[in-house]
């Protein structure tokens, strides 16, 4: 507008001026000409630039937002609704959009399917052919003893979330490293020597092996039981308590596997009890925690053994504090410990892995990975 404007006066004034003046005339607007586009021309670089500028922040904006990939819950497991708020206030976990909103299923960039839930004949599926970018994931907590083979599930799946180290999206409460060490844990008071949970007790589910090292072990000890499986049922509130009155607390797991270290032994290691552990060799529990923060059944020739080995400790208070020495390096986090809370760390895991990972993904041969 401004560039027009001038070039016309530029034509009004030319025909009504003469020689000499007309050549000063012509120099000074060709000047006042220059001036112009010169700030004419900075004032558009400018103001391209600053759209530009804000255009980019406003994009930054709202793909916070839309970045986060959408996390579609196929089922509730077990039907243990939660809120899906649970991963920001107990894992600060916020970085995709969880829900469980079926008619969401074309937007979502993943999708959690629970194993336990599929029908034998996957009618109840979410349906195909899913969304060229969509990825399904195999949600599945327990053990291979108790993992029931469904066909068809081989060559569906993008990623798989289990206890499982090699697993995708592996799940476990970890021990966090101390940037200083500190020498500040106290063990609580014990009243008790030895104590065990336990809730499931269905000959079904492995347990036999647990049950055999139980028995015995209580012919030279007093084991203080605890849990549905032995009608002396456990408040929930009373659970971390009394766990921490227990010098020893018998982490047994269901049944034996690779990487299967399960919270049995985060809720001990969390309140300052000494686990006895029964699972997978000692070097697979120490691929997640210190050697000497726990017992394990198999460094003993009979259980006999290891429980003279429990006198001694309770007798030798220097020997049985070498149990806390870790402390001082890491941290243990308590888990959740309501049944409904089961598979609240698990959803939100997924929900921070799906966030980082955007890359292809196909998870094949699901049951020889999971067996063998
Ligand atoms: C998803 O898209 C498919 C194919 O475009 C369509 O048939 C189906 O109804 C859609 N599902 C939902 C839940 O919107
Ligand atoms: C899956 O869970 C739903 C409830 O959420 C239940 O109605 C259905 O029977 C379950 N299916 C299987 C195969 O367990
Ligand atoms: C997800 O896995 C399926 C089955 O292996 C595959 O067909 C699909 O292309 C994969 N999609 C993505 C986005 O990784």
């Not at 904006?61 to 708020?85: G, I, M, T």
């Not at 959690?112 to 052919?129: A, C, E, F, G, Q």
């Amino acid at each position: 507008m401004k560039l027009w404007t001038s070039r016309s006066l530029l034509l009004r004034i030319m025909p009504s001026t003469n020689g000499s003046s007309l050549c000063h005339l012509g120099v000074m607007l060709a000047l006042v000409g220059v001036v112009f586009l010169t700030v004419m021309f900075s004032w558009f670089s400018l103001s391209s630039c600053l759209k530009q500028y804000s255009a980019n922040s406003l994009n930054s904006f709202s793909n916070a937002a839309e970045d986060k990939p959408l996390l579609l819950l196929w089922v509730w497991p077990e039907n243990y609704v939660f809120e899906f708020s649970d991963c920001k206030k107990f894992f600060n976990i916020n970085s995709c959009q969880l829900t469980d909103d079926r008619s969401l299923y074309n937007n979502s960039d993943a999708v959690i399917v629970y194993h336990r839930n599929i029908s034998l004949d996957l009618s109840n599926l979410p349906p195909s052919p899913r969304p060229l970018f969509q990825k399904w994931i195999w949600l599945h907590l327990e053990s291979p003893t108790n993992t029931k083979i469904i066909p068809g599930l081989e060559n569906l799946f993008n990623h798989t979330l289990s206890y499982r180290q090699d697993a995708d999206i592996p799940v476990r409460m970890r021990l966090k490293t101390r940037k200083k060490p500190a020498d500040d844990f106290v063990i609580p008071k014990k009243d008790k020597l030895v104590c065990w949970i336990v809730s499931n007790n269905s000959p079904l589910t492995g347990v036999s092996a647990r049950n055999r090292i139980y028995r015995e072990l209580s012919r030279y000890i007093h084991v203080h039981l605890f849990g549905k499986a032995y009608s002396t049922y456990l408040d929930y509130k009373d659970y971390y308590p009394t766990l921490a009155s227990c010098k020893f607390y018998l982490s047994f797991e269901n049944s034996i596997h690779k990487d299967y270290i399960t919270e049995k032994i985060n809720g001990p290691l969390a309140v300052g009890t000494v686990p006895v552990v029964l699972g997978p060799p000692r070097k697979n529990y120490e691929n997640f925690i210190p050697g000497d923060a726990f017992i394990h059944v198999n460094d003993f020739l009979s259980v006999r053994s290891l429980a003279r080995y429990l006198y001694m400790l309770n007798k030798n208070d220097i020997a049985y504090h070498r149990y806390f020495d870790w402390r001082k390096r890491l941290t243990p986090t308590p888990h959740l410990i309501e049944q409904t809370q089961e598979f609240i760390l698990p959803i939100c895991t997924a929900c921070d892995y799906i966030a980082r990972h955007r890359e292809y993904k196909e998870a094949h041969d699901l049951y020889d990975w999971y067996f063998n």
